[in-house]
């Protein structure tokens, strides 16, 4: 029997994965030692588990596990890699290189290092939200110290050309960091191949508890300094402190080692969950698809509904979980504000406020894709029936 209301926010966050949640209960309560406590047994079990959630975590992504910072999660991770690094190496240059469209917690530090005199490109997007290679490459000065572009967009799903953007700063000798919060899980991830520097990612975007998240700093070729931004006793090789989240990490290792095992398999059912649900949203008239058409999260679907606006359609459908915009922006999004990912790809404010993203993620059934299509089509045709008789 299906439960109702349906979740469809994935993006957000996800459910714990009852693996994960087993894994983690020990150290609750039976092994709730502090992993820097090294005089007695307690700490040298949470140790253990610390090291080898590192390793777990380190292996999905190719690195090295002392190159594996543990952190809150990845707002936390992407303020410590942007500004870290920009307070690193302000003697050798002050010019930063993002996108129009990254989450607002790398857009932020970006403003802050503004006002800190800091000099920063913000590079548009094509239609589907993709960044051009070669506009990276041009914007590049021999002041540009940082470029900054997440693996695949929160809001559209798009998946921008890592690899092309990480050889291109090989080359030119500029640190490179990625925000694969959305990307770990989803599609592989090799930081040694693609020339990825720093790549932050969070534990409850695929199936882990959430405050806790991990930043990959290369030790090497070229080793990568960050300045720290957090004072204290120096945990996580100086560049972090505070006491480890030892149950998180333990849950964080386990939902990265079941994400990577099966996303394969997951990724497929997903997708075919993904393309039925489009076409069938895709035959209500006036909708359109935002986002690469096949470039694309398996798991995203951004639809815009012409003429009908998003927060009606969510006040009308209560019983299934979407949102007009990422976790962290839409509170903003009113009669006067709309993304900022929507405004960067074309869209007007009338459409950006028509729009709404589907999440779909390793619970979401056949029969929920059908209920929330069926409600979907229903309001959508009878908010523009009211519309019409209103006039």
Known sequence: MMKSPVYMDYHATTPVDTRVLDAMMPFYTEHFGNAASLQHRFGW???????????????AIHAEPHEIIFTSGATESNNLAIKGVAESLREKGNHIITTQIEHK????????????GFDVTYLPVDTFGKVNVENVSKAITNKTILVSIMAANNEIGTIQPIEEIGTLCAERGIIFHTD???????????????NIHLLSFASHKMYGPKGV????VRSHHPRVAIQTQMDGAGHEHGVRSGTLNVPGIVGFGKAVQI?????????LRILNLRNRLKDKLLKIEQTSLNGHPTERLPHNLNITFHGVRGDQLMTEIKDVAVSAGSACVSEEIGDTDYSHVLRAI????EDGR?????GLGRFTTEEEVDFAAER???????LRTYSLEGV
């Open 376 to 382: 979907f089509s229903h309001a959508v045709r009878a």
């Open 105 to 116: 917690c790398v857009l932020d530090s970006c403003k802050r290092l503004e006002q800190k």
């Open 346 to 349: 074309g869209l007007t404010p």
């Open 180 to 194: 694969a919060t959305q990307a770990v899980g989803k599609f592989s991830n090799d930081v040694k191949r693609m």
């Open 213 to 216: 998240g991990a930043l990959y």
């Open 259 to 267: 994400a990577i095992g099966e996303m394969e398999g997951e990724n």
């Open 354 to 358: 028509s729009t709404i993203r589907f």
């Open 45 to 59: 079990i949470a140790k253990e588990a610390v090291e080898n959630g590192r390793r777990k975590i380190a292996e």
